[in-house]
């Protein structure tokens, strides 16, 4: 009991709360749906730019952005360490 009011005292207990993680960890979540969504709609946009001839240039590009962001939504993790 003791060390309990030390730490209270000294301001290191209660940093860290669980309402915090969980925040972070959904908006972490939201953001890859988001960009994976965000990927498939460029992917889809792609393909249709490539059925016309003159267009295929481009949409070769968005295609491939498109298929970035996938991967990137899917796998990639940036941490603030």
Not at 3 to 9: I, K, N, V
Not at 64 to 70: E, F
């Given at each position: 009991?003791?060390?309990?009011?030390?730490?209270?005292?000294?301001?290191?207990?209660?940093?860290?709360?669980?309402?915090?993680?969980?925040?972070?960890g959904v908006t972490r979540l939201l953001e890859h749906a988001a960009?994976?969504a965000l990927g498939l709609v460029m992917i889809i946009i792609g393909?249709?730019?490539?059925?016309?001839?003159?267009?295929?240039?481009?949409?070769?590009?968005?295609?491939?952005?498109?298929?970035?962001?996938?991967?990137?939504?899917?796998?990639?993790?940036?941490?603030?360490?």
């Open positions: 009991m003791r060390f309990a009011l030390q730490l209270y005292e000294e301001g290191t207990a209660m940093t860290h709360t669980t309402a915090g993680h969980i925040f972070v960009t994976v393909l249709g730019l490539g059925v016309t001839m003159i267009m295929l240039p481009v949409g070769v590009v968005v295609g491939l952005l498109g298929v970035l962001l996938v991967i990137g939504g899917l796998f990639a993790r940036i941490d603030e360490r």
